[in-house]
């Protein structure tokens, strides 16, 4: 079944509970995104685990070096995922991975600005990645890129569940959904939108119309 992620990237900290709490019964994954993270270090990670502890929390680290450093870091502040760029050296994913799998954890590759997705992706399986993700940055969105050429081609090419980023929102996700990827994540389709509870009620409802 697919679950929806809501990416937390810019948002005044002060505004995290009130804006992100009225969410909660319609998202299944809260994000601590890259810049959010940025921005004000890993006590968002712990803001989010203490806001929802029911769900699933992902910490956005695109880990790049010290795998296991970073892994570790994620999930002493509440995070059960953790993403590490698919374009890292493969000791650095096999790091994350490992403390992932000593603390009952999981990490996600993401393969934005790798090349030859497959072939990573296949790659990714033997290394012992618990999901891929397919994600279109937003300066390639402002381009006109979307995921789903390679959310297709992922799809077909390896047994990972997949999670797909870039662009998603009540107009996209039909297009995805045909492709059954496990987790969907929207930012801006959710907080840039003039009332992010009713689009994130959407998006949700959309998924839950899609398993029947």
Do not use: W
Request: charged share 20%.
């Amino acid at each position: 079944m697919t679950s929806l992620q809501v990416a937390i990237d810019v948002l005044p900290l002060d505004e995290l509970e009130s804006t992100v709490g009225p969410l909660l019964d319609h998202v299944d994954v809260l994000e601590a995104g890259t810049p959010f993270i940025k921005m004000y270090g890993l006590g968002v990670v712990r803001r989010l685990r203490a806001l929802g502890p029911g769900h699933l929390i992902v910490a956005d680290m695109k880990a790049m070096d010290a795998g296991a450093l970073e892994a570790n870091m994620a999930f002493d502040a509440g995070a059960d995922v953790i993403t590490v760029l698919a374009c890292a050296g493969d000791a650095t994913i096999e790091g994350a991975v490992r403390v992932a799998n000593d603390r009952g954890k999981r990490v996600v590759c993401d393969l934005i600005g790798v090349p030859d997705k497959v072939a990573r992706a296949r790659q990714l399986a033997g290394l012992g990645v618990h999901m891929v993700g397919v994600h279109t940055g937003t300066d390639d969105q402002a381009r006109g890129a979307d995921p789903l050429a390679d959310l297709a081609a992922i799809t077909g090419a390896v047994d990972l569940p997949v999670v797909v980023a870039g662009g998603i929102n009540a107009t996209t996700l039909p297009a995805i959904l045909g492709y059954g990827p496990a987790i969907v994540i929207s930012g801006s389709g959710i907080l840039g939108q003039a009332d992010p509870v009713a689009a994130a009620k959407a998006l949700h409802d959309a998924i839950g119309a899609s398993r029947s």
